[in-house]
Every structure is written in C-alpha cells, then in structure tokens.
C-alpha cells in the first residue's frame, strides 16, 4: 500500500505563511495527480489544490493567489506553500494521491494521509 506522511503544520499568526510537505512511501507505484484537502471543525473535507505529474495544478477559488501547489516527482513529494494565511485557514490538512500500484497487478489506488493541524491564530 501507498503510504502518505505529511508535516510542516502548526500554529501560526494571521498573514503568516507555512510550507506542508506530503512524502509517498511504499514500492513499485506511480503517483498520477496529488492533492491537498482541508477540514475544519464541523465543516466537510474540502479540496485544496491539486497538481497532476505533469504539473497542471487547480485551486479551490478561495485559496487562488494565497496557496502554491508544486511537486518534485523524484521524491514522489508534494508541497503546499500557504502564504496570507487567514484565521479561516484553520483546519487539517489531508494529502491524497493517486495513481498506479505495482504490487497490486498496477491496479489504481488512492491514499490518503494522517493530516496536519494549521491553525491560524493571533
């Protein structure tokens, strides 16, 4: 199974920025588009940004101009740059990715990580 570990959360004032990093681990996969989800307190799973391996990349509208999605596929990493970072920013933060898996016959999968806390807070 693929497995995703992401870091970089924690606590940060407004205007602050922080960089989340997701790490694929695991054997014989391709990673096709990876993606970054956040959920606050009582509120659904909301998508982030993505990027696919050829680095096409989507925003959530709210997140256009404030948040960077890149990936450096020889570490089978994605990143999520947070810039301006609002009080509403708060929430986990989810990596998912999707794509090939070797061991499985190079069946799709999709994986989801732990999640990292943000919280923005003066």
């Known amino acids: 199974q693929v497995q995703l570990v992401e870091s970089g959360g924690g606590l940060v004032q407004p205007g602050g920025s922080l960089r989340l990093s997701c790490a694929a681990s695991?054997?014989?996969?391709?990673?096709?588009?990876m993606d970054w989800y956040r959920q606050a307190p009582g509120k659904q799973r909301e998508l982030v940004a993505s990027?696919?391996?050829?680095?096409?990349?989507n925003y959530a509208d709210s997140m256009k101009g404030r948040f960077t999605i890149s990936r450096d596929n020889t570490k089978n990493t994605a990143y999520l740059q947070m810039n301006c970072l609002k009080p509403e920013d708060t929430a986990v933060y989810y990596c998912?990715?999707?794509?090939?898996?070797?061991?499985?016959?190079?069946?799709?999968?999709?994986?989801w990580g732990q999640g990292t806390q943000v919280t923005v807070s003066a």
């Open positions: 998912h990715a999707d794509g090939k898996d070797g061991r499985l016959g190079w069946k799709d999968f999709g994986s």
């Open positions: 695991g054997s014989d996969f391709s990673i096709n588009a």
């Open positions: 990027i696919t391996r050829g680095g096409n990349t």
